[in-house]
Nanobody, 117 residues
Framework: HVQLVESGGGLVQPGGSLRLSCEASETINARTIMGWYRQAPGKQRELVASITDRGVTNYADSVKDRFKVIRDGAKMSVDLQMDSLKSEDTAVYYC???????????WGQGTQVTVST
């Protein structure tokens, strides 16, 4: 069973930056997508950014030009560089790893990001 280990997150002021990291406990020998989702209180979980094993990225409109998703295929890891953070970015962020052509889907435990003065 693949485990996703997340790190980063915390409290930051508006306009600040944070970097989230996630690494899988083992490699999946198949086409995969890794990414980050977030869930704010009272809201549904939403996609923030994802990246395929071939480097194709997808971003939520709300984070385009502020966030960058970076993947290290050799390590089966994905980072999320978050700049120009806003209060509305406050949420629990979850790492995700899924196979492109099967039902394989793994989640990290979640890490809190709070943007506040």
């Amino acid at each position: 069973h693949v485990q996703l280990v997340e790190s980063g997150g915390g409290l930051v002021q508006p306009g600040g930056s944070l970097r989230l990291s996630c690494e899988a406990s083992e490699t999946i020998n198949a086409r995969t997508i890794m990414g980050w989702y977030r869930q704010a209180p009272g809201k549904q979980r939403e996609l923030v950014a994802s990246i395929t094993d071939r480097g194709v990225t997808n971003y939520a409109d709300s984070v385009k030009d502020r966030f960058k998703v970076i993947r290290d295929g050799a390590k089966m890891s994905v980072d999320l560089q978050m700049d120009s953070l806003k209060s509305e970015d406050t949420a629990v962020y979850y790492c995700n790893l899924k196979s492109m052509y099967s039902s394989t889907n793994y989640w990290g435990q979640g890490t809190q990001v709070t943007v506040s003065t």
